[in-house]
Nanobody, 125 residues
Framework: QVQLVESGGGLVQAGGSLRLSCAAS????????MGWFRQAPGKEREFVAA????????RYADSVKGRFTISRDNAKNTEYLQMNSLKPKDTAVYYC??????????????????WGQGTQVTVSS
């Protein structure tokens, strides 16, 4: 079992930055592929970024490539999402997720086993 708790969301102006954190419980955090998803009102939850177990592989949605950076610190059982040059269309609830898959990055929502409760990110124009 893994429990995930996000933090770092908030209100920011367009062009600003935020860093989301996802703290995971359990001693096997390093065995999980991790990811970030987001869900805007009236829309489906969509993939944002993913990272493999040791941080050597990452993948991004085209909409955030070059602006967002995913990382992880296995010693701290924590995943991060650095978001720069934020746009109003980035407004959503952001969720971190963990997948019991070693080696590769995971981009499909249905392959993730555990989810956090979400943190709201609002970007004003």
């Amino acid at each position: 079992q893994v429990q995930l708790v996000e933090s770092g969301g908030g209100l920011v102006q367009a062009g600003g930055s935020l860093r989301l954190s996802c703290a995971a419980s359990g001693r096997t955090f390093s065995r999980y592929a991790m990811g970030w998803f987001r869900q805007a009102p009236g829309k489906e939850r969509e993939f944002v970024a993913a990272i493999n177990w040791n941080g050597e592989r990452t993948r991004y949605a085209d909409s955030v490539k070059g602006r967002f950076t995913i990382s992880r610190d296995n010693a701290k059982n924590t995943e991060y999402l650095q978001m720069n040059s934020l746009k109003p269309k980035d407004t959503a609830v952001y969720y971190c997720a963990a997948a019991q898959i070693e080696g590769t990055v995971v981009t499909r929502r249905d392959e993730y086993n555990y989810w956090g409760q979400g943190t709201q990110v609002t970007v004003s124009s």
